[in-house]
C-alpha cells in the first residue's frame, strides 16, 4: 500500500517570526497567512422544523467472514432533514450496511478479537470534494478505534507514525478485545483532516460488551440506543458547510445520528442511552425539560458507565457535561410519564472554559432533541439499575505509580499547544512522553489557555485522580507555590474508567492509568480543530524505566508533588 508516508512527509519548519503556533497552524491550512484572504466563514443556517423527523439508530454490521468486517469510506448523498434535499456526506459503508452518512455500528465481545479492513473508496487524490478550507485533497483516510486496546499497527493513527490509506487501497486493524465492556467509538484520524472527515460523516459506534454487561439488569434490546450528536452549518441549499476561519468550528443546529434535531417516540419505561459527543469543539451540558412550559417531575437521570466502561456505581444526575469524544451511558426513566415530551437540552457555552460555566442559551443551541413518550408498553419493564455495577476499585490505584506533568498553553491567542513539564511542543519533536510498558503513571495536567481541553490518550485505560485550581503563573508557566488550592475530588459520574478527560482553564487535572500496550502512538486534544493544528503529541510506551520521574505513594505526596514548581 502506498501512501503519504513517514518517508515522504514533510514536516513544518519553526517560523520563529510568527510563532511555533502559528506556522504550524498555516502548514495545515487552518489560520491563513499575513495577507492571505480571510478563509470564507459559514451560516447562519436555514432553520428546518425541529421535532419532525423520528431519530435513526444506525444499522449494525455483520461480519462478511468469520471474525472479519470490511468498511468503505465513500461519497454518499444524505438528507439531514425530511425538509431538506439529500446532500454529498461521507459514510463508512459495511456489506449489507450502505450508510450514507456516518458508518455502521459494529458490536465486540471479550475474548473474541476480529480483523476490520478499512477500504478507501474516495475519489483519486487531487479531486475536491467538498468546497472546504481543507489543506489538500489527497483524500487519505484512516479508521481509529477510539477507547480500544489495540497495537499501534491497528490504531488508525496519522503521519508520519503509520501510512494513510490513499483511495483505492485498504488497510486491515486487528482488534483483540481483551478489554472490559465499553462504548467505543470509530472515527477518521488523518492529520490536519481529522476533523473535516468527522464532520463530513467519517464516524461510528464500536460498542464493546462482554459477560458482565450482559448480566446487569439495565434496558437491553430496542431499549438501549446509542446518539452521536453534533452541531453543524448549512447553506441556503441544505448542503454542509465547515470552516477553520475562526479558527475552532461551532455549529448553529443540533444534529443527531444525522437529523437535525429529531424526535424520539419511546415508552413509559427505562431506557439505557449512550451518548457521544462527536462535535468539532462544542461541550455539551445535557438535561430534561417538559416541551410547551410544563411542570412536571423530570424523568430520573442516572449515570452508568462512561468511556472505557461502567462505574462502580449508579450516579443519579440533573444535568451532564459531556465534551468532545466523551461517552457516557444514562439510564432515563420515563415510568409515570404517559403522554408527556420531554426535551433533551444543552446549558453549555459553545467554547467551555470553566467546567461549571453555564448558559441558558446552550451557546445557540439550547435543545437537541424530543423524547415522546407513549401511553402504553410494549410488554412488561423488567430492568432495574443495581446498586452496584461492577467490582472494579471506585479509586484509581496510586501507590508505586510515576508522577508526569505536561501542559497546555497558547503560544499564540486561540492557537494552543501541548508540551511536556518544561516547554510546550509541537506534534513533530521528539517525544516526551515514554512512559514504561506495564507500569502506571499519573499524569499531571497544567491548564495555562484560557479555556477546558478534552485530552484523550490512545491505547490505554485511565481514571480521573482529581484536580486543584491554580491563582497564578510564573513567567516560565509554572504554578506560583502558595496559590494552588485544595485538591477537589472528582464528580461521582467522571469516576469510571474513562480515555478523555476535562481539563479546565488554570486547573491542574491529574489521570491515572496503566500503560499495557507497547509502541507509539498519540495524545492529544479532541477538540478535532485543535487536534489538527498541531495540539498533538507521540505517546511511545517502551521499555526504559521512568526513574526521573518521582514516585507517589498516597494521594497525600501527590498533592505535595503537584504544589512543585
Not at 428546518?48 to 455483520?62: G, Y
Not at 409515570?336 to 441558558?360: F, I, R
Request: net charge negative.
Amino acid at each position: 500500500m502506498c501512501g503519504r508516508s513517514a518517508e515522504h512527509q514533510q514536516f513544518p519548519g519553526r517560523t520563529r517570526m510568527l510563532g511555533l503556533g502559528a506556522a504550524l497552524a498555516i502548514s495545515a491550512g487552518l489560520l491563513a497567512p499575513p495577507g492571505a484572504a480571510e478563509p470564507a466563514r459559514c451560516g447562519p443556517s436555514p432553520v428546518p422544523a425541529f421535532f419532525t423527523d423520528e431519530a435513526r439508530q444506525p444499522p449494525v454490521a455483520a461480519p462478511d467472514a468469520p471474525g472479519h468486517y470490511t468498511l468503505t469510506a465513500r461519497v454518499g448523498r444524505h438528507s439531514f432533514h425530511s425538509e431538506w434535499p439529500a446532500v454529498p456526506t461521507l459514510g463508512y459503508q459495511a456489506p449489507g450496511a450502505p450508510v450514507q452518512y456516518l458508518g455502521p455500528t459494529i458490536v465486540t465481545e471479550r475474548g473474541k478479537p476480529i480483523d476490520v479492513t478499512v477500504v478507501n473508496g474516495l475519489p483519486e487524490a487531487g479531486t475536491p470534494i467538498f468546497p472546504f478550507d481543507q489543506p489538500d485533497d489527497d483524500n487519505t483516510i484512516t479508521a481509529h478505534r477510539h477507547g480500544g486496546l489495540q497495537a499501534p499497527e491497528s490504531d488508525g493513527l496519522p503521519v508520519p507514525l503509520q501510512p494513510e490509506v490513499p483511495p483505492g487501497g485498504s488497510q486491515t486493524n486487528h482488534y483483540p478485545n481483551d478489554q472490559a465492556a465499553a462504548p467505543l467509538w470509530y472515527h477518521d484520524h488523518v492529520h490536519h483532516h481529522t476533523s473535516y472527515h468527522v464532520y463530513e460523516g467519517l464516524a461510528g459506534f464500536i460498542p464493546h460488551t462482554d459477560e458482565i454487561e450482559a448480566a446487569l439488569p439495565l434496558p437491553k434490546g430496542e431499549f438501549a440506543q446509542r446518539f452521536l450528536l453534533q452541531d453543524k452549518k448549512f447553506n441556503a441549499d441544505g448542503t454542509l458547510c465547515y470552516s477553520h476561519a475562526d479558527p475552532v468550528f461551532v455549529g448553529d443546529l443540533p444534529v443527531v445520528n444525522g437529523t437535525v434535531a429529531p424526535k424520539l417516540s419511546v415508552e413509559p419505561r427505562r431506557y439505557t442511552f449512550t451518548l457521544l459527543n462527536a462535535s468539532d469543539t462544542r461541550s455539551y451540558r445535557i438535561g430534561l425539560r417538559q416541551a410547551g412550559g410544563g411542570s412536571a417531575d423530570r424523568p430520573s437521570m442516572t449515570v452508568v458507565g462512561s468511556d472505557s466502561g461502567y462505574l462502580p456505581r449508579p450516579v443519579p444526575v440533573d444535568e451532564l457535561l459531556i465534551a468532545p469524544a466523551e461517552r457516557y451511558v444514562v439510564v432515563v426513566d420515563f415510568t409515570g410519564h404517559e403522554a408527556q415530551n420531554w426535551v433533551l437540552t444543552n446549558g453549555a457555552p459553545s467554547l467551555l472554559a470553566a467546567m461549571d460555566e453555564v448558559d441558558p442559551g446552550g451557546g445557540g443551541i439550547p435543545q437537541l432533541m424530543r423524547f415522546d413518550v407513549g401511553t402504553t408498553t410494549s410488554s412488561p419493564d423488567r430492568s432495574t439499575i443495581p446498586p452496584v455495577l461492577t467490582d472494579a476499585a471506585e479509586r484509581p490505584l496510586l501507590a508505586g505509580a510515576r508522577l508526569r506533568t505536561v501542559q497546555t498553553a497558547e503560544e499564540m491567542a486561540g492557537h494552543p499547544m501541548l508540551g511536556d513539564r518544561d516547554r510546550l511542543l509541537d506534534y513533530h519533536d521528539p517525544v516526551s512522553e515514554t512512559p514504561q510498558l506495564n507500569s502506571t503513571e499519573i499524569w499531571a495536567m497544567r491548564n495555562r489557555s484560557p479555556n477546558s481541553h478534552p485530552i484523550h490518550l490512545h491505547s490505554v485505560e485511565l481514571r480521573l485522580i482529581g484536580r486543584w485550581r491554580v491563582g497564578r503563573w510564573d513567567a516560565d508557566g509554572k504554578p506560583v507555590p502558595g496559590t494552588i488550592g485544595p485538591f477537589e475530588p472528582p464528580a461521582a459520574h467522571e469516576s469510571g474508567p474513562k480515555d478523555t478527560f476535562v481539563s479546565p482553564p488554570d486547573q491542574i487535572t491529574a489521570w491515572a492509568g496503566r500503560f499495557a500496550v507497547a509502541g507509539t502512538a498519540v495524545w492529544h486534544c479532541h477538540i478535532l480543530s485543535h487536534e489538527d493544528a498541531a495540539m498533538m503529541r507521540p505517546l511511545a510506551v517502551g521499555d526504559d524505566p521512568q526513574t526521573q520521574l518521582p514516585i507517589v505513594r498516597d494521594l497525600a505526596e501527590l498533592d505535595r508533588l503537584v504544589r512543585e514548581p
